[in-house]
């Protein structure tokens, strides 16, 4: 027996677990994972039947530092970082393809297709060579050259298109009808979100209920949704008593998210160029779970400037020894607004997952 069934987010039916179908087949809406109770009455965490013998690099147990100095700055109680960059291929993404490449062998996939702006398609593409899975990895021209850089040395089928993040996605879903391969879509998929909760379980061990807020990049949301979702179990598993304020950070340029939660009207094609690559998702399929997930936990949503993005990444660096991705710098642009505008007050003890590593983008000066 399974573990676990996909249930509809949108009109709650449930079907078998499955890499290969996305999409409900009564209402075309996408699916989370229902863990069903063993027979001794626990409730299981991962999907896998056996999460032991996952497809495993290494990811998950990153560090949790204190940023004294930026901490000052703002006038924080605390502000710890969990350097999700120090994962096998540089992102928190590493979380998520463990588990989805994981099921995808273990349902007999041999090759697949994904689209990513350049993390996530690095990420899978590695993990993909640790199982033996042949990949092919639509992903923007533009993308940073490590990031493509890296989905190439895996192995994978690099198929480079023009133009915005979106085109990518649409390419990739093209391809898929053409060949009749798997789409293991880590946005589309209900299992990549599920390796996320660990970042979750392994910020409780160390500070246990002790944050008042996270603040972090928001794309396609699969760490804002696998994160709540994390929290959410400890809650109800009696581990912790209250969980903390989630405030999802887009680039002014791309924010479906926040304009979705500011009852802004926005659309794709409000799109500009932005230097915040890893989250420039102007259609996120998941919209309405993220707002939902920063609802459910009393937080917000806030848009960050492209000089924003450039001063802070540039300001962890020469004053932490942190050098994060644009994006990921961005979260510390949005703190600090969120501070200013007394959405997140002085003295709060705070969290920001810093997502991806500088080291693969080239510098802006
Ligand atoms: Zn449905």
């Not at 994972?33 to 032991?52: F, H, K, Q, S």
């Not at 398609?121 to 923007?140: C, D, E, M, N, R």
């Not at 994978?156 to 298109?161: E, G, M, P, V, Y």
């Not at 500009?272 to 920063?294: C, F, H, W, Y």
Request: contains cysteine; hydrophobic residues 40%; proline residues 5%.
């Amino acid at each position: 027996m399974p573990n676990h069934q996909l249930i509809c987010v949108d009109c709650s039916s449930k079907q078998d677990p499955s890499v290969a179908d996305l999409y409900c087949s009564e209402c075309g809406g996408l699916f989370a994972v229902e863990y069903l109770a063993a027979p001794d009455g626990t409730m299981p965490r991962l999907p896998m039947d056996e999460p032991l013998n996952s497809n495993s690099l290494g990811e998950g147990d990153t560090p949790l530092v204190f940023l004294d100095k930026t901490c000052e700055h703002l006038g924080l109680g605390s502000l710890w970082a969990k350097l999700e960059f120090m994962s096998p291929t540089g992102s928190f993404k590493d979380r998520g393809s463990a588990v989805l490449t994981t099921m995808g062998r273990d349902f007999g996939v041999t090759e697949f297709i994904e689209d990513s702006s350049g993390n996530a398609g690095a990420s899978l593409s590695a993990y993909a060579a640790a199982t033996g899975l042949k990949a092919h990895v639509f992903a923007p021209a533009s993308a940073a050259s490590g990031k493509l850089d890296q989905i190439q040395i895996f192995g994978a089928s690099l198929h480079k298109i023009e133009g915005h993040r979106q085109a990518a996605t649409e390419a990739a879903e093209e391809f898929v009808k053409d060949r009749g391969l798997v789409y293991m879509s880590h946005n589309l998929s209900p299992y990549f979100s599920e390796g996320m909760k660990a970042v979750s379980y392994e910020i409780v061990e160390v500070l246990d209920d002790g944050i008042d807020h996270v603040v972090l990049p928001v794309g396609n949301g699969s760490l804002l949704i696998g994160m709540v979702r994390g929290y959410q179990e400890l809650l109800e598993a009696g581990i912790i008593r209250r969980i903390p304020k989630f405030h999802g950070v887009q680039a002014h340029a791309v924010r479906p998210v926040v304009a979705a939660l500011n009852g802004e009207e926005w659309s794709h094609e409000d799109v500009q160029p932005t230097n915040a690559s890893g989250i420039a998702v102007s259609k996120p399929p998941r919209l309405k779970d993220m707002v939902e997930a920063i609802r459910a936990t009393g937080g917000s949503g806030i848009t960050v400037s492209e000089e924003s993005l450039i001063d802070w990444q540039a300001r962890l660096a020469s004053s932490e020894g942190v050098f994060a991705e644009m994006t990921s710098a961005g979260a510390f642009a949005g703190l600090a607004q969120l501070i200013e505008s007394g959405v997140i007050e002085r003295d709060s003890n705070v969290c920001v997952p810093i997502t991806g590593s500088g080291l693969k983008e080239p510098l802006k000066k």
